[in-house]
């Protein structure tokens, strides 16, 4: 795949594979084309050349309203709609009823006292959640998401990701994007690493010490980040 | 009726000779601009005069307004297109908004014969409607891709959830609609109770009965009314299709530098 951008391509021939299940890290230094990638799994992004293709079918000929239900997605920053929590949740799903809206704030650990906050009132690390509670109310086949623990604080991150484990465990493969390497250890099943807009590596964690190519472990070393 | 004649017109030049003395005084180095500024309203306002002198002659055609009101939807999307420029293909939407909003507003002041179709009543009410939407137009343009900027996360969280663009980009269009009609509504609820309007004035200047003098300047302020309502809504729609793809991507206006997504 490739993008274009302002002054280099963001992504410059990407081409790999995303196992269906597991947790899937997409690590690499900033401005990599991790993002960029993930936006074309869920037709934020169209690449400018190349085809991203889910479960067989090139996404380009799938109806993106359809395609964004099956492949929900997580942001970096919150992204809290005006309204209460449970507005949020409606907007995910207008018919959602009283018990199906407390199920879902249960499910990232949330309580139904939440329901009537107001959601831009939340911390950070509640927003991110009631955000990840929002897109599950879709039932999505995969859940993309994008360094969703940046803004948030150290116990905040280490909830998000067990809820990705968690994920796993229900058969909802996870892609998940971080520059954290500690992160990556901690969640990973499968690796991509993205350097300069391309993929450099795919393999498990520990793969990535012996068999790494030179350009990924320089960023894993540290010299590229 | 009032005839301030040309000796009138001369010693009303005494009250441009104080606001520049003002400035002096003050040292606000306005004078020029200020010397400009009454220059070129008095040429603009003389040149304007002469067409209308010639088209108000008995027997021109009522199609000389209508080509009069052509120019000024013209001139109008240029300027709106100068002041938002941001928006791609904005001349048109503009040229479409002002038109729309002439057809809407001109078509019932003269299709219910509110006011006889005449070059006489057509060129003054067609410039009301334009001059007064202008500043509007232009508010809801910068408005809207001012908030499709800093909203964009919000609004990419609402696609993702597969909403289509319309749903997504609805709360965001609301609002900007809504600053740029509530000024209008302020404007339209104060008037007569801090400064008698334009038309009214002018009317009742010019020696015509005070309650008729009314009874325009009431349809007068409809008509803006109507008028800022429609081109604000069609410039609102249009901006954003244009801001969409017909995939339901949201297109980035402003990318100087690396785009937040690349991060």
């Known amino acids: ?225 | 009726m009032t005839d301030i004649g040309w000796v009138g017109l001369a010693l009303s030049l005494l009250l441009v000779v104080v606001a520049v003395v003002l400035s002096m005084w003050e040292r606000l180095g306005l004078e020029r601009g200020i010397v400009w500024a009454a220059t070129r309203a008095l040429a603009q306002l003389l040149a304007v005069g002469l067409v209308l002198q010639v088209l108000l002659e008995p027997g021109v055609s009522v199609w000389w307004g209508w080509l009069w009101v052509v120019a000024m939807v013209g001139i109008a999307a240029v300027t709106v297109q100068r002041r938002a420029p941001l928006v791609p293909g904005i001349l048109w939407l503009a040229v479409l908004a002002f038109a729309g909003s002439a057809v809407v507003t001109l078509g019932v002041l003269f299709g219910f014969g509110i006011f006889e179709l005449d070059i006489r009543t057509l060129i003054p009410l067609a410039g009301l409607m334009i001059g007064n939407s202008l500043a509007a137009t232009v508010l809801v343009s910068r408005r809207l891709v001012a908030e499709f900027d800093e909203k964009r996360g919000e609004v990419e969280a609402r696609l993702a959830l597969g909403q289509p663009a319309s749903a997504a980009a609805h709360p965001y269009v609301r609002e900007s609609l809504r600053t740029a009609l509530i000024p209008q509504i302020e404007t339209t609820k104060a008037v007569g109770l801090i400064a008698l309007p334009g038309t009214m004035t002018g009317l009742i200047l010019a020696g015509v009965d005070p309650i008729d003098a009314v009874q325009v300047q009431a349809a007068v302020m409809y008509l803006v009314l109507g008028s800022v309502a429609t081109t604000t809504t069609v410039m609102a729609l249009g901006i954003r299709r244009r801001l969409f793809t017909p995939d339901h991507r949201l297109l980035r206006l402003t990318s100087p530098g690396p785009p937040p997504a690349a991060r």
């Open chain 1, 1 to 225: 795949m490739t993008v274009a951008g302002a002054t280099r391509p963001r992504l410059d021939g990407a081409t790999g594979e995303v196992p269906d299940r597991g947790v899937t890290v997409l690590v690499g230094p900033s401005g990599s084309g991790k993002s960029t990638l993930l936006r074309c799994c869920n037709r934020l992004e169209a690449p400018d050349a190349g085809t991203v293709r889910f479960r067989d079918d090139d996404v380009a000929g799938l109806d993106p309203l359809v395609l964004r239900r099956r492949v929900g997605m997580v942001f970096q920053r919150p992204t809290p709609f005006a309204g209460s929590v449970r507005d949020n949740l409606r907007v995910a799903e207008p018919a959602l009823s009283e018990r199906a809206s407390e199920l879902a704030l249960e499910r990232v650990g949330l309580d139904r006292s939440f329901l009537d906050r107001d959601a831009r009132a939340l911390s950070g690390g509640e927003a991110q959640r009631v955000c990840l509670a929002r897109t599950l109310v879709t039932t999505p086949e995969v859940v993309l998401m994008d360094e969703v623990t940046s803004s948030v604080d150290p116990a905040t991150r280490l909830g998000l990701e067990q809820l990705a484990r968690a994920l796993d465990d229900v058969e909802v493969p996870v892609i998940w994007v971080t520059h954290d390497l500690e992160q990556m250890q901690r969640l990973a099943d499968h690796v991509l690493v993205v350097v300069d807009g391309r993929i450099v590596h795919a393999g498990t964690p520990s793969s990535l010490a012996s068999d790494a190519p030179p350009e990924a472990r320089r960023f894993l070393t540290g010299e590229a980040a």
